[in-house]
């Protein structure tokens, strides 16, 4: 399974192509608004969240509430399109038309994509540039994600993503009854966090970095349930699922670092109490007596919960302006900018959530028969009393 996405920030709609989903697999444009509608939510978000409701259209491939096997197109129209038709337009422009067009960008923002793609692509005005290297994009991310969570939903795998730590204010609440209980929770909190008072103190944190015209990242956890032992391969470096995964997250705007399990704390720790113990009983077959290393070993899964955490920079867009260089005059400026979001982490963790599905979901249909939806539930279910019986 694959896609690929098109389409500028202030751009008349984003549009994402799936390939590869099985037929026959329920799936509805409700399915993917939720998705949408949860990317927008979040203490700290500015104002576009407010002008723009992303909703999906499905445009081609699901027929009576199903796939049909054939590829399936999404788009997510930009409402703020109108005020953008000659910014943004397609066709070419008078002269005259060119200058009133104001908004020409030679300033490039530090910790943006801006100055590397005007060198890469030779755009002068880096409009051309931040249009696409806006997060706007992980608005059809999410879309394809969602319908890759709906597969694996249906497979009996669930993923959910919530935030562990803003600002250096760490959640100190890690445990859990069940992933239900994860997603119904943190679906509540302003900052998708498990634990109510640093919830709270994430949020002010969030408050106080907008009134310094600063911006505050964190870490999000995604979390997997149901996955099949034995997805994934050691056999070879690019069929470790692990590593696609690390991937997927590192992928996402302005994500720096990825971790599985204990991750990091692993360099601190003796082997024996980094490795988990492996154990059988009749109900569940094989598992393991910890969970430290987060679900996989040897690039494949091991059945047990898959944990990964993703660390998220600061938003680059600062009221407090950091230097830079006009690339038309070559003077140094400090930026100023209109309007910034302080905080994006809650919304990055839904982010990280379907890019985490996504990766999975394509994981899946490598491994099993993947072009009926029921004999792929058949075969995803084959594994797992295979493995239970082994
Ligand atoms: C959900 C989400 C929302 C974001 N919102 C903003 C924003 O409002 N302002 C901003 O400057 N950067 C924002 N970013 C981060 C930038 O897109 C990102 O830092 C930039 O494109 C440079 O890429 P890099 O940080 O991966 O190198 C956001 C990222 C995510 C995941």
């Known amino acids: 399974m694959r896609y690929l996405t098109s389409g500028e920030s202030h751009g008349p709609q984003l549009t994402t192509i799936i390939e590869g989903l099985p037929a ?11 998705a949408l509608a949860r990317r927008q939510k979040g203490h700290g978000r500015g104002r576009r969240m407010q002008i723009e409701k992303d909703t999906v259209q499905i445009t081609g491939g699901v027929r009576h509430g199903y796939t049909l096997g054939s590829p399936v197109g999404l788009v997510v129209q930009n409402d703020d399109w109108k ?10 422009l008078e002269q005259e038309e060119l200058d009133e067009v104001k ?47 709906k597969l694996l939903s249906l497979l009996g795998i669930e993923v959910v993503g919530h935030v562990v730590e803003i600002g250096g204010i ?13 997603r119904d929770i943190t679906e509540e909190s302003p900052v998708r966090c498990l634990d109510a008072e640093a919830a709270q103190k994430m949020m002010d944190a969030i408050d106080d970095a ?14 997997v349930e149901g996955m099949p032992p034995g997805v994934g391969s050691y056999v070879h470096y690019d069929r470790k699922l692990d590593a696609k995964l690390a991937s997927a997250i590192i992928s996402i705007n302005a994500f720096k670092g990825v971790e599985f399990g204990i991750g990091f704390e692993a360099a601190k720790k003796p082997g024996s109490q980094v ?31 898959i944990v990964v955490r993703g660390v998220m920079k600061p938003i680059p867009t600062l009221y407090k302006p950091l230097e ?51 004999a792929l539930k058949a075969s995803v279910e084959e594994q797992r009393s295979f493995a239970r019986d082994f």
Request: with cysteine; hydrophobic share 35%.
């Open 24 to 34: 026959g697999m329920p799936l509805l444009d409700s399915d993917i608004n939720h």
């Open 83 to 92: 005020h953008w038709t000659k910014i943004m337009g397609q066709g070419p």
């Open 103 to 149: 908004r020409k960008i030679s300033r490039p923002r530090p910790g943006h994509a801006d100055l590397n793609g005007a060198l890469k692509y030779g755009h002068r005005d880096m409009r051309n540039v931040l249009e696409r290297s806006s997060a706007r994009e992980t608005t059809v991310r999410v879309a394809a994600g969602a319908v890759a969570k």
């Open 170 to 182: 760490v959640s100190n609440k890690r445990e859990y009854n069940s992933l239900e209980e994860l």
């Open 210 to 223: 907008k009134k310094n015209g600063d911006s505050i990242g964190g870490i999000v956890e995604v979390v």
């Open 275 to 305: 490795h988990d113990e492996i154990a059988w009983n009749d109900k569940e077959g094989y598992y393991r007596k910890t969970n430290r290393l987060g679900g996989f070993e040897g690039g494949m899964t091991s059945g047990m919960p």
């Open 324 to 374: 830079s260089v006009d690339i038309e005059t070559k003077e140094p400026f400090t930026a100023s900018i209109e309007r910034s979001d302080s905080c994006a982490v809650p919304a990055a963790a839904v982010v990280a959530e379907h890019a985490i599905a996504w990766e999975l979901a394509t994981a899946i249909l490598d491994q099993f028969y993947a072009d009926r939806f029921e």
